[in-house]
């Protein structure tokens, strides 16, 4: 079997799979006009988005590409092929997603921020602080993410809800409801954490109607999709009061423009899409185990449904 990588990281994943499985066929190159070439010799393709669509664009097509990514959104856009087997990265960043939260929530209830300021204006701060333990969380988007999420906060005993794209029971959450649900479950939520997809359904969720919803001392994060968020809206909602703080991950530009007021906006930190890094070794076994699977002719972990976009 013959693999394209398509990847920045190329050297890294052509090393692991090389050293994981020495018979399979490794190309790969940073020099775009023989990665092309490669691509056309290629049935598997692994990488990135971003790279895969360029592939695609220039008349090339795998039998299957694994994206090295959890969202595949680049090889979603308009007139682009969709007459292939596609597989997103699954079950690899559960623990990293969970650091990232837990980091934010910690940081929230211990004041971290406010008391970097305290200590720069030699303000003595011997604010109280509060527990995670009893807070209500709302994980919206209970997918693959979003329960291994779970897994990790309920040890703190926070309470658990979740949105998902119906209402059903999931071990570890007390509700998880349907996305109609949304606004009559904020007002109660000390923690609101976004994981949706880009979706047509979620592509700006929250709003200035959905942030006036939200519990005043609670702190939203974003680590989903930039996309879910109307950022003049957030802005607005933090100015006002309607939540007490937003850690932001994922932005619909990236990197952010100097001028976006995201960069000065009351409450808000923003975390440069650094919440949940791909490890190549995981990648690299995920593949490998798609790859039997993909030779085998059985499922494959991951695999996108191109008309859920996910």
């Known amino acids: ?3 394209l990588i398509a990847e920045r990281a190329f ?3 052509a090393a ?18 023989e990665l092309a070439r490669l691509a056309a010799q290629c049935q598997v393709w692994l990488g990135q988005p971003d790279l895969l669509a360029t592939l695609l664009r220039q008349g090339h097509r795998p039998h299957w590409a694994q994206s090295t990514w959890a969202g595949i959104t680049p090889l979603l856009a308009l007139g682009l092929p969709r007459d292939y087997l596609l597989t997103r990265a699954v079950g690899i960043f559960g623990q990293v997603m969970a650091e990232y939260v837990l980091t934010y929530l910690l940081g929230h209830e211990r004041k971290v921020m406010s008391r970097v300021v305290s200590q720069v204006e030699r303000q003595w701060d011997d604010r109280p602080v509060v527990s995670v333990a009893g807070r209500k969380a ?13 897994r990790y906060l309920a040890p703190f005993g926070i309470e658990l809800y979740g949105i998902a ?5 999931e071990p570890l959450f007390k509700q998880v409801a349907g996305l109609d649900a949304l606004p009559g479950l904020l007002p109660t939520m000390d923690y609101v954490i976004n994981l949706l997809p880009d979706t047509l359904a979620t592509r700006d ?3 200035a109607k959905l942030f006036a919803t939200f519990n005043p001392e ?3 994060i974003n680590a989903g999709r930039g996309t879910a968020v109307v950022d003049a809206d957030l802005v607005q909602a933090l100015r006002e009061g309607h939540l007490a703080g937003a850690v932001i991950d994922v932005c619909r530009q990236e990197p952010l423009p100097r001028q976006h007021p995201f960069w000065t906006a009351w409450g808000l930190l923003l975390t440069g899409h650094t919440a949940a890094p791909t490890s190549p070794a995981l990648m690299a076994d995920l ?7 993909f030779e085998a002719g059985q499922p494959l972990r991951g695999q996108v449904d191109f008309h859920r976009g996910y």
Do not use: H, W
Not at 25 to 32: A, F, P
């Open 287 to 293: 593949f490998l185990a798609n790859l039997s699977a």
């Open 138 to 150: 709302l994980i919206v988007g209970v997918g693959e993410i979003g329960r291994d999420l779970a």
């Open 11 to 13: 050297a890294a994943y």
């Open 218 to 220: 609670a702190l939203f």
């Open 1 to 3: 079997m013959r693999v």
């Open 165 to 169: 794209s119906s209402a059903r029971p």
């Open 205 to 207: 969720l929250f709003d």
């Open 16 to 33: 692991l799979l090389q050293s994981k499985a020495p018979a399979l066929q490794v190309v790969t190159s940073d020099d775009s006009a």
